[in-house]
Nanobody, 114 residues
Framework: QVQLVESGGGLVQPGGSLRLSCAAS????????MGWYRQAPGKQRELVAD???????NYGDSVKGRFIISRDNFKSTVNLQMNSLQPEDTAVYYCRSYAPFDSWGQGTQVTVSS
C-alpha cells in the first residue's frame, strides 16, 4: 500500500521561505518519479515540480528560479524548498507518486499573507 505523508506547510509572509517534505512508503522509491502539485481555491491542480529517480527535474513556469525540488533516496523523501513566496503561491500542496500506480498524499496548506 502506497502512503505519502506531507509536512512543512504553514503561514508565511510574502518574500519568505518554506520547506515541504513528503515521506513515501510502499514503493521502490529510488526508481519512482515523484512530484509536487498545488491547488488553489477555484483553480485546477497544477504541477509545481517533479523529479525522476535519476534526479532529473521539471518545474512549472510560475515557480522556476524560486522553488527547488530534491529527493533523498535513502530516507524515501521528496522535498520542496520554496523561496520568495508570494500570495499567489497560496494553495494546498500535494505529493504525487507516479508509479507503480498514480498516488497522492492528503496535502498540506501553504498560506502566503502579511
Amino acid at each position: 500500500q502506497v502512503q505519502l505523508v506531507e509536512s512543512g506547510g504553514g503561514l508565511v509572509q510574502p518574500g519568505g521561505s518554506l520547506r515541504l517534505s513528503c515521506a513515501a512508503s510502499g514503493i521502490i522509491f529510488r526508481l519512482t518519479k515523484m512530484g509536487w502539485y498545488r491547488q488553489a481555491p477555484g483553480k485546477q491542480r497544477e504541477l509545481v515540480a517533479d523529479i525522476t529517480g535519476g534526479y532529473g527535474t521539471n518545474y512549472g513556469d510560475s515557480v522556476k528560479g524560486r522553488f527547488i525540488i530534491s529527493r533523498d533516496n535513502f530516507k524515501s523523501t521528496v522535498n520542496l524548498q520554496m523561496n520568495s513566496l508570494q500570495p499567489e503561491d497560496t494553495a494546498v500542496y500535494y505529493c504525487r507518486s507516479y508509479a507503480p500506480f498514480d498516488s497522492w498524499g492528503q496535502g498540506t496548506q501553504v498560506t502566503v499573507s502579511s
